[in-house]
């Protein structure tokens, strides 16, 4: 069986989520990539280690910004260019709404929020999430052709391939793919990415205000963790808006999640319950967010913090 995984980057980087999907596609079978627009050629032999038997490349600088009826075009063909039994790509903004472009150009059943390699013991059956985290659901998929989209830590990081041989893909490009133009593009300018960061800091309105948000930040650092804050907090503009987590935010899930300040509203945990361990740092011991940790400290975060912080570096 033939996988091919969309590589999704970012200024030539080959993002984590998309080795996760290398990672699931090699445990069912044969892998190859497929890498749209410019990226750099080291990230190539990182994809091979983890599985990737070859990486068709298409290179046009068309393609170096995200357009998801282009992106979706190239990969459909690359699909059929290769006789991919599946595509397999990362549950992302891009990803998903690509998958479903290509699963309708593919005649293919569409599965998303993927959890877990399927299992083939009696026919291919799909774990997801859904309800934002809240249940699961198992999808028999039985079309030919299948496109997964995998949730964060779906697979864990294993290198368990070699070199992959790297293959120039010149894809027919139709200008009607191209008619949404990106104007300009906004990044975050945290050091860590949210999205992709295996520990995430979180604030709320318990740290009282922008001008004590050092703490929570030379904790970040301590722990090359990624940023983020509640709802609230990104309202009042005490943080930019990138780092609202949450279900109207970004849903995040890390290895580690640490929520200070944060009273736990349901908005809230939905965009964090697929974390693998979750802290919270609360004064308030009836703060809903304990019941969904797995470890509480009931203190206040101004004593709590700056300790927990040294502890670290000293345990450095």
């Known amino acids: 069986m033939t ?10 980087k080959i993002k984590k989520t998309s080795l996760e999907a290398v990672v699931y596609a090699k445990a069912i079978g044969s892998v190859v990539g497929i890498a749209l627009g410019t990226v750099d050629k080291a990230e190539f032999d990182l994809a091979g280690k983890y599985g990737a038997e070859k990486i068709l490349h298409a290179s046009d600088p068309k393609l170096d910004h995200p357009v998801i009826q282009a992106f979706a075009s190239v990969i459909a063909q690359a699909m059929t260019q290769e006789n991919a039994d599946n595509l397999i790509l990362a549950n992302s903004s891009l990803g998903t709404p690509v998958a479903a472009k290509v699963a309708v150009k593919a005649g293919a059943g569409f599965v998303s929020n993927a959890v877990e390699l399927p299992n083939t013991s009696g026919g291919f059956v799909v774990k997801r999430s859904i309800y934002t985290g809240k249940a699961f659901s198992f999808v028999d998929m039985k079309s030919p052709k299948k496109v997964i989209a995998i949730k964060k830590n779906a697979a864990e990081l294993k290198e368990t391939g070699g070199a992959a041989q790297v293959v120039p893909f010149t894809p027919s490009l139709n200008d009607a793919d191209f008619n949404t133009k990106v104007l300009s593009t906004e990044k975050a300018s945290a050091e860590v990415s949210l999205p992709e960061a295996n520990i995430v800091v979180s604030g709320g309105r318990g740290l009282k205000g922008p001008e004590h948000w050092n703490i929570l930040e030379e904790l970040a650092r301590t722990l090359h963790a990624a940023t983020g804050c509640s709802k609230p907090v990104s309202d009042m503009g005490w943080r930019p808006h990138h780092e609202h987590v949450g279900q109207t935010g970004v849903k995040v899930a890390p290895q580690l999640y640490i ?37 509480g400290i009931v203190g206040d975060a101004f004593d709590v913090v700056p300790k927990l912080t040294a502890a670290i570096k000293s345990a450095k």
């Open 3 to 12: 996988s091919l995984v969309f590589l999704e980057s970012a200024e030539g």
């Open 259 to 295: 929520a200070i300040g944060i009273s736990g509203a349901i908005q809230h945990l939905a965009g964090v319950n697929s974390s693998k361990c979750i802290v919270v740092i609360n004064k308030d011991a009836d703060a809903p967010f304990f019941k969904a940790a797995d470890y």
